[in-house]
């Protein structure tokens, strides 16, 4: 009988991601649907709108906390040395689409940063704190939280490579990068009405 388990470590991968924490919370402490406010997505930025700060940063938490999860257990059963390979890096990307794309909401839901931030603090800790720093000099300067998403997105694969020994790469690196790469795909891909509102110069502020 073949391995089962990267099928499975998948698709907990996805159901893990998909878990809609900040819809959950808007529903308990406002009692209404979060995706009808603001940028109408499940993130804590939105949450936040909608039910309070306080709200924003355990959404937050969670959000990321799901991401961090999927990967520490493709780690723990798909790899022989807690390591990072193919199905790891599988593992991350639907993490993120399971956020962005949730079974349980018809398939609509956040932009997908926070997971994505978790999955890549345990992959990559210092790669994040270089966005995460870039992110805070964007909102500090523009209190746009999507173009400080967005820009983080699309420089993280960079820091992976480059913090990742692109001049002595491993066997890891390159499942990293393109996990990286294509995780950062998805989060610029569904701030595509953020951009369009960037351009317009309509977007929201964050207060």
């Known amino acids: 009988m073949e391995d089962v388990r ?13 878990i ?32 309070g700060k ?15 999860l999927a990967v520490i257990l493709a780690r723990m059963f798909l790899t022989e040395d807690f390591g990072v390979n193919w199905w790891v890096a599988a593992s991350v990307v639907l993490a993120i689409a399971g956020h962005c794309f949730p079974v349980w909401l018809g398939f609509r839901g956040g932009k997908g940063v926070a997971t994505g931030v978790g999955a890549f603090l345990v992959l990559s800790p210092l790669a994040v704190a270089c966005a995460g720093l870039l992110f805070i000099l964007i909102v500090w300067a523009t209190r746009y939280v999507s173009l400080g998403s967005i820009t983080a997105a699309a420089v993280l694969p960079l820091f992976v490579w480059i913090l ?17 790469l294509a995780g950062a795909s998805i989060i610029i891909f569904m701030h595509r009405a ?4 960037l351009l317009s110069g309509t977007e929201s502020k964050f207060k």
Request: no cysteine.
């Open 164 to 180: 990742g020994g692109y001049w002595k790469p491993t066997p890891a690196l390159a499942p990293l990068f393109m996990a990286a």
């Open 194 to 197: 953020n951009i369009g509102r």
């Open 20 to 51: 809609p924490f900040g819809y959950l919370l808007v529903r308990l402490l406002a009692g209404a649907d979060v995706r009808e406010t603001g940028s109408g997505g499940t993130g804590a930025t939105n949450v936040s709108r909608r039910a």
């Open 6 to 18: 990267p099928v499975l470590i998948l698709v907990i991968a996805y159901l893990l991601g998909s």
């Open 54 to 68: 306080l709200a924003g940063v355990v959404t937050l938490l969670l959000d990321a906390l799901k991401g961090a």
